[in-house]
């Protein structure tokens, strides 16, 4: 019932993938939510048996982030970056590289809220090195993704 | 799916993948509908059809090509993989957001 909008992934370019979701609150909370590391920790972490066990985010340019994701069984996949563009509540822009360097170098992040009448318009935008980086990041994402039942989702959406 | 991918990525191989989503051509047809020579679309009709993305039939002196689903298919649901670990990341971000919002509402009326 809180599923306030599908989610849209599009690939406007051979080095990008794109998500576009709508959520019902005015974007200056969206953008907390994704830059107060307490608020991120609860919802970026992926799969249940996931969780975001650090995330650190020095938010200004030049500032550094730091992600890493522990699975239950203690395995962690880390990736760090640094801020180019802080902009609230509209943008933000970082780098990011995996410290598994999955995704072939370095990505860039742009994260970009636009609101209207309450709603806030979330598009995420991920830009790869190159057209084979973002179809092995697409690939990994797929492989993770599948450990997601759909029973997971529904006792989410009951939430 | 790496293979499917690639063979998309050439602008006109889409194209030609676009235009047969209509329904089967002859080689001849394509060649009308793209800025191509006849050796060069046939080259792209190779590739798609070494990935598995066309069928190719003789009827009678023309080469009929038509569009296979199956890799597109694969194409959707690899994607929609990708999709659903987001769906579940941003439907707690929701939850998230309706608890601020609310936060917020409780700080609003006693600033009041």
Known sequence: MKNSGTLKVITPSDREVAMIRVFDAPRHLVFEAWTKPELVKRWLYGPDDWRLAVCKMNLKPGGGLRFVWRHDDGQDMGMSGVFREVAPPERLVFTEIWDEDWTDGETLVTIVCSEHAGKTTLTQTVLYSSREARDAALKTGMEHGAAVSYDRLAELLKS | ?112
């Open chain 2, 1 to 112: 799916m790496i293979e499917t991918l690639q063979a998309l990525a050439e602008p006109n191989r889409f194209q030609i993948v676009e235009l047969l989503r209509d329904g089967p051509r002859a080689v001849g047809d394509i060649v009308d509908h793209l800025a191509l020579r006849q050796p060069q679309v046939s080259k792209h009709l190779r590739l798609l059809s070494d990935a598995g993305l066309v069928d190719v039939r003789v009827d009678a002196q023309r080469r009929i090509y038509a569009l296979r689903a199956a890799p597109l298919k694969e194409l959707e649901v690899w994607i929609e993989r990708y999709r659903r670990i987001w769906e579940g990341n941003f439907q707690r971000l929701d939850g998230v957001l309706q608890e601020l919002k609310a936060k917020e509402k409780k700080r609003g009326r006693t600033r009041r």
